[in-house]
């Protein structure tokens, strides 16, 4: 199996960045596809970003798309969530996600992935 451990969320002002890290270990992530999604208290996980395991074109959901940017390094076994100019509505938990499912699109549900982090929390002040 494979262990995912999400790191680099925290406190910021509206328009900031950030930048969130997924590290894996266990084995290699090699033909996973990777996703970021984030869950806000009280509300249902909802995909924000997939990336193939070729680091090919990457899907963003629409309200991010152009602000955040989905990245991989499956030699270093880590994945990456570049956000910017970042939105009180951003604020939630952010986990990483991998999907070993044979599909021409990225996955979007959450229960079509099968590792999942513990998540780290994100929150944007206006």
């Known amino acids: 199996q494979v262990q995912l451990v999400e790191s680099g969320g925290g406190l910021v002002q509206a328009g900031d960045s950030l930048r969130l890290s997924c590290a894996a270990s266990?084995?290699?992530?090699?033909?996973?596809?990777a996703a970021w999604f984030r869950q806000a208290p009280g509300k249902e996980r909802e995909f924000v970003a997939g990336?193939?395991?070729?680091?090919?074109?990457?899907d963003y959901r629409v309200t991010v798309k152009d602000r955040f940017t989905i990245s991989r390094d499956n030699a270093k076994s880590m994945m990456w969530l570049q956000m910017n100019s970042l939105k009180p509505e951003d604020t939630a938990d952010y986990y990483c996600?991998?999907?070993?499912?044979?599909?021409?699109?990225?996955?979007?549900?959450?229960?079509?992935?099968?590792?999942w982090g513990q998540g780290t929390q994100v929150t944007v002040s206006s």
């Open positions: 996600a991998l999907s070993w499912r044979l599909s021409v699109v990225i996955p979007i549900w959450p229960n079509e992935y099968e590792y």
């Open positions: 266990g084995r290699s992530i090699n033909g996973y596809t």
């Open positions: 990336i193939p395991w070729n680091s090919g074109r990457a």
